[in-house]
């Protein structure tokens, strides 16, 4: 069975700093393209960054292109979003998905609040 | 980078059929064939319904179905039952090799 469990979610102060970690179990992870996708309080899915099965591309929403930072450790299972000067409008439930066009897989999401 | 545009809301009675639209551009939805359509229920994960415009994953009813003209892909839900009541979001690959959702659109059975 296919899970992707991520945390590491918190509240975290403007500016601040804050690292994502999505644990990948039940399929050959280092097979696959990884995406985070974001989902702010009471408003739509957002594309956030995806990364290569071998890690040698990735790719990220304008919003975050200097800001946020995916990378995986396939000997871990693990997917991983480093986050920093983040902002009042990071705030929001962050998933893992499996793929890079389709998201079949998902996770239960992880929960960033950025305020003060 | 901007959103595909889906109408906000959209409703059916029981059995009907409804159509949502999902509008791009030739960098993303008119340009490819990696258009997927979501299902989200509240406090849900999203639930992917259609992939590669009009292909379902194993266990979608047959009752949704997805097509795309020019710049524009639509899902279609037939028979329409109470749970499909959700929000539901469409997806393209685009020319930046990046993702774009869209803005998503409430259907309710009424």
């Known amino acids: 069975e296919v899970q992707l469990v991520e945390s590491g979610g918190n509240l975290v102060q403007p500016g601040g700093s804050l690292r994502l970690s999505c644990a990948a179990s039940?399929?050959?992870?280092?097979?696959?393209?990884m995406s985070w996708v974001r989902q702010a309080p009471g408003k739509g899915l957002e594309w956030v960054a995806n990364?290569?099965?071998?890690?040698?591309?990735?790719y990220y929403v304008d919003s975050v292109k200097g800001r946020f930072t995916i990378s995986r450790d396939n000997a871990k299972n693990s997917l991983y979003l480093q986050m920093s000067s983040l902002r009042a409008e990071d705030t929001a439930l962050y998933y893992c998905?499996?793929?890079?066009?389709?998201?079949?897989?998902w996770g239960q999401g992880t929960l960033v609040t950025v305020s003060s | 980078q901007s959103a595909l545009t889906q109408p906000a809301s959209v409703s059916g009675s029981p059995g009907q059929s409804i159509t949502i639209s999902c509008t791009g551009t030739?960098?993303?939805?008119?340009?490819?064939?990696?258009v997927s359509w979501y299902q989200q229920h509240p406090g849900k994960a999203p639930k992917l319904m259609i992939y590669?415009?009009?292909n379902r994953p194993s266990g979608i009813s047959n009752r949704f179905s997805g097509s795309k003209s020019g710049n524009t892909a639509s899902l279609t839900i037939s028979g329409l039952q109470p749970e499909d009541e959700a929000d539901y979001y469409c997806?393209?690959?685009?020319?930046?090799?990046?993702?774009?959702f869209g803005t998503g659109t409430k259907v309710t059975v009424l």
């Open positions: 997806s393209s690959y685009t020319s930046s090799s990046t993702l774009v």
């Open positions: 039940g399929f050959t992870f280092s097979s696959y393209w």
């Open positions: 990364i290569k099965d071998d890690g040698s591309e990735t």
């Open positions: 590669e415009v009009s």
């Open positions: 998905a499996r793929e890079r066009t389709r998201y079949l897989y």
């Open positions: 030739s960098s993303d939805v008119g340009g490819y064939k990696y």
